[in-house]
């Protein structure tokens, strides 16, 4: 049997962490699920974000799965605990959860020099406060600003983030949150989509401000944690394959899909509940 390493987002961004991902570990096998039918999160309260969640957790354990990273920051700062906690207990020992604000939160530290960094995300992950909290634990001494961006992922979606009004919306957020702070040196992308717009990003902010995505970081992360837990490394299989699942219509995710992966790919259709 086929035991993939799941990898779930409400829509397309996670797809930016599973190319790091099979970048990093090619030898494993993925199983990519986007609920893009229900996406996005961002915006919706943290009950319907657990209860999403949920439901793609119990799909990808379904599909033989017995790791899962949510590469949603919206659903790793609003479901990810509570399902580390009260579902997982009541399931197989051995499986587990894992999101993408802890990692990222580990290493902000040792990237900013002047101890000031900003957070651009989902309307959700900034009121969930959740990277605030997380960074604290392990660097109290950083000063955290944070500024919502609710346009950026339908205009990545959409892919007219580089025309003339898109790139006006994101220069407005990203300089509306420098102004909160002076001294901010690192801006961390909190929403896996924006990757795709880092590199407008950089023109905006210029040289001395470091631009952070998460998709190498979270890379890096599993492979230090597959080391270090081998038997549930072992347990995933290693063909070197990719399954594709969307809760879209298969043409619609597989058109988008292709401009966040640079490569054709070939999903299927699910229904989740």
């Known amino acids: 049997m086929k035991k993939p390493i799941g990898v779930f987002d409400s829509g397309y961004g996670g797809l930016t962490i599973l190319a790091d991902l099979q ?12 609920d893009n039918a229900r996406a996005p999160y961002g915006s919706r309260s943290f009950d ?26 919206t659903a790793s700062a609003k479901a990810l605990r509570t399902i580390q906690q009260n579902y997982l207990p009541t399931i197989e020992a051995h499986k587990r959860v894992l999101g993408v604000i802890r990692p990222t939160s580990e290493i902000i530290g040792s990237i900013t020099q002047t ?5 651009l995300a989902t309307e959700g992950t900034i009121k969930s406060d959740s990277y605030r909290l997380e960074i604290e634990k392990f660097f ?6 944070q500024k919502a961006c609710p346009m950026w992922v339908p205009l990545i979606e959409n892919q007219v983030y580089y025309q003339l009004g898109g790139k006006w919306f994101i220069e407005q957020d990203v300089m509306k949150l420098l102004a909160k702070d002076k001294a901010i040196d690192t801006l961390l992308l909190g929403c896996t989509h924006y990757p795709i717009v880092a590199e407008i990003i950089k023109e905006i902010v210029g040289e001395d401000i470091a631009v952070i995505t998460q998709g190498e970081i979270i890379a890096n992360s599993l492979s230090d944690y597959l080391d270090r837990h081998a038997s549930l490394a072992a347990m995933c299989t ?5 399954y594709y699942f969307t809760t879209e219509t298969s043409h619609d995710f597989d058109k988008k899909a292709a401009a966040f992966l640079h490569r054709p790919i070939q999903s299927k259709h699910v229904v989740i509940r």
Not at 25 to 34: A, M, S, V
Not at 115 to 119: A, F, L, P
């Open 140 to 145: 109290p001494e950083i000063e955290i600003s």
């Open 238 to 242: 290693k063909n070197g394959e990719t």
């Open 23 to 34: 970048k990093k570990l090619p030898e494993y096998d993925f199983l990519y699920l986007g």
């Open 48 to 73: 319907v974000v657990y209860e999403f969640t949920l439901q793609a957790v119990e799909f990808l354990f379904s599909q033989g799965c017995e790791l899962i990273i949510l590469a949603c920051n």
């Open 115 to 119: 101890k000031h960094i900003g957070i």
